[in-house]
């Protein structure tokens, strides 16, 4: 698992998708650029979302506010007093760690304990019930016993912000520093991930500004300006796409905790008391979303949380089985209507929506839907690289991109660079560039230009030779299954919307 991870970090710079962040000056940690290949992916994967979200709903719709905001903004929404990380230090190794991932690690090493001692018995067995196994196994009771302890009690610590026994929790479960192994460990304290940034030109006159943290408090702030303006009824929701930046403690991981990066959040407004039943159908309605892309319906899990941020009635994250294992990939949280009512308090403005049904006026409730665009970049890149064994003694490196989402849709390859081929290839990438992202290649025997492609996960490769000028077709080789077929030019653009359309 190590090793596919090493293997989509370097795949992903040697194929174009993502660059460290100025890299000639040995880049800033945290922080990426995305590639001519990756902008194109990034870019799919932000319509794919705000397609289903805007077009497929005609009760959302999408704004774009700006970065940076009125600094009151931040503190209605609890982010100057309380968006902060647990931080801890070891002494000797001088490294700084979040206290709360440290035991959460520790706890998913439990899990991967209990799920081994469930392996072997599988194994071991024919008739094997895994659920029973489970329930009555000692050994797995009791790697899930304690980390269900470890996870309650660290829950507990961080909602009453008792740091002291988040470190008492480290200590007796003698967790170690993760590269050193050194156990001497500062005491635990706050740290509050805004970026502050100044507004105005002189140093006295200069107002304190934040980089936002999250898009979420954009929508917010306009709740009353799309409901009049689009005469909007409830329950409808507010979509957006856009920069957020954290000044994350441990940055790791590669573009799974960024610096800077990019949510796609939208904020649903309901009928008070109806919120735990949207929450439910958002839930849902999400994870179809997810699994309509085909990366592997088992590469997702529910985790639904114990401990609950002070906005919060209930939340869960959509789990995505990253190569470093399973790992919060979108948040979905019912958020009460504490973020309209702290901006109405604040602002001295009613955030109020008068429900024509109940002829009553009433500050919504707030089910959330907020999805990291830049992970949901790394779960589609890494589940879909593949070194497959082509049973001849060869391998072929294939990026299983979902179609919808491929950078390039189709290379255009002449078999040689003569005999008119190029021009009649040139030809047809004149006549597909309108619709699709094509691609011409003629450099290099066939087959390097296919697994060159294969690689870089486009999923047709269009090969014109010299039978192409006499029946007017081409081959047509499909990247999954390399399968080949003959199809006459004039059906191409149809078959290239059929494989890669929405
Ligand atoms: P984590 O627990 O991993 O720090 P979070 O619970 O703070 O995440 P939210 O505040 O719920 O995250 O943000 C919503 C989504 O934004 C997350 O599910 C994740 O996909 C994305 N996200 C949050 N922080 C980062 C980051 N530093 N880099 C990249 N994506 C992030």
Not at 27 to 46: F, M, P, R, T
Not at 204 to 210: E, I, K, N, R, W
């Amino acid at each position: 698992q190590e090793d596919l991870f090493k293997n989509v970090i370097s795949h992903a710079k040697e194929y174009g998708y993502i660059f460290a962040s100025s890299e000639i000056y040995d880049g800033l940690s945290a922080v990426y650029d995305y590639g001519q290949n990756g902008a194109e992916l990034k870019k799919n994967i932000k319509e794919y979302w705000w397609r289903s979200m805007t077009q497929l709903h005609q009760n959302i719709v999408g704004i774009d506010a700006a970065i940076l905001m009125h600094p009151t903004t931040w503190k209605a929404s609890g982010h100057v007093d309380a968006f902060n990380d647990p931080l801890i230090d070891n002494k000797d190794s001088k490294k700084r760690y979040r206290a709360d991932v440290l035991v959460e690690d520790y706890a998913e090493k439990l899990l991967q304990k209990a799920e081994k001692e469930i392996e072997k018995a599988r194994k071991r067995f024919d008739d094997f019930d895994e659920e029973m196994f489970k329930n009555t196994n000692p050994r797995v009771q009791r790697y899930l016993g304690d980390r269900k302890e470890i996870l309650e009690r660290l829950a507990r610590s961080l909602t009453n912000e008792d740091l002291a026994d988040v470190k008492a929790l480290i200590e007796e479960l003698e967790i170690a520093d993760p590269e050193t192994g050194s156990k001497n460990w500062t005491e635990v304290r706050q740290f509050n991930l805004m970026f502050g940034t100044k507004l105005g030109a002189s140093a006295d006159s200069a107002t304190q500004l934040y980089l936002r943290p999250e898009t979420a408090q954009g929508i917010f702030v306009n709740f009353l300006n799309v409901q009049k303006t689009g005469r909007m009824k409830i329950p409808f929701g507010i979509a957006q796409i856009g920069k957020a930046f954290r000044n994350e403690i441990v940055a790791r991981q590669f573009i799974f905790r960024m610096r800077e990066f990019e949510q796609m959040e939208m904020q649903f407004f309901v009928r008070p008391g109806e919120e735990l039943e949207w929450y439910e159908k958002w839930k849902e309605t999400r994870l179809n979303w997810h699994k309509s892309l085909g990366l592997g319906e088992e590469n997702y899990r529910f985790h639904d949380h114990e401990k609950l941020a002070h906005y919060a009635n209930a939340a869960a994250d959509i789990e995505f089985n990253f190569p470093f294992g399973f790992k919060e990939l979108e948040g979905i949280h019912s958020r009460t209507d504490f973020d309209l009512k702290a901006h109405e308090e604040f602002s001295g403005k009613k955030l109020r929506f008068y429900d024509p049904e109940l002829k009553e006026n009433y500050v919504p409730y707030v089910i959330e839907t907020s999805i990291g665009l830049d992970r949901m970049f790394l779960a589609v890149l890494s589940s879909s690289l593949k070194e497959e064994d082509l049973g001849d003694g060869n391998t072929r490196t294939v990026l299983k991109l979902p179609a919808v989402l491929a950078p390039t849709k189709a290379a255009i390859l002449p078999l040689i660079k003569r005999d008119g081929l190029p021009e009649l290839a040139q030809q047809i990438v004149d006549d597909l560039k309108w619709d699709f992202r094509v691609q011409y290649d003629e450099k290099d025997a066939i087959g390097r230009r296919y697994r060159r492609q294969d690689a870089a996960g486009t999923p047709l490769c269009i090969t014109v030779d010299h039978e192409s000028l006499e029946d007017k077709a081409v081959t047509v080789r499909f990247r999954d299954s390399m399968e080949q077929k003959r199809v006459p030019i004039s059906e191409v653009k149809a078959l290239i919307a059929k494989e890669t359309d929405f």
